[in-house]
């Protein structure tokens, strides 16, 4: 595992205390895959970011419409998210709403969420 300081070739974002973060953490780890992880409530998350995953998978990809933070927003912020400016905008205000996790690899592959199944198909998907 590596911190968020450590030069590696996978970025893995989310937030620490996320089931779903710890799960794939542990995944990787069992594998001794090397990965820095950045935290969106530590080290922040920025608008060049978002967009350059919105540009690559789709702001729908992103959010979060099945999670807590999702259902506790008003009917108001629900609508304002139906665009990708607001979804944008919902995002960099409440990162808790962001999937977890988004990998990114060396060569810009990225991958949202988590399952098994994906996890070996994309770090043996040359295999």
Wanted: hydrophobic residues 35%; neutral net charge; contains cysteine.
């Amino acid at each position: 595992m590596a911190d968020s300081n450590a030069e590696t070739s996978l970025r893995v974002y989310g937030i620490k205390n996320c089931d779903t973060i710890k799960k794939a953490r542990r995944w990787l780890e069992e594998r001794d895959i090397d990965y820095q992880f950045h935290d969106y409530r530590r080290d922040g998350v920025s608008r060049d970011l978002l967009l350059d995953f919105i540009n690559r998978v789709g702001w729908e990809v992103l959010l979060n419409t099945r999670g807590t933070t999702w259902r506790k927003l008003s009917e108001e912020q629900r609508l304002a998210a139906d665009k990708v400016e607001g979804a944008l905008e919902l995002m960099l205000t409440q990162p808790s709403i962001i999937k977890r996790p988004v990998l990114q690899s060396k060569d810009g592959h990225l991958l949202v969420g988590f399952s098994l199944e994906t996890y070996q198909q994309f770090f043996f998907r040359e295999a």
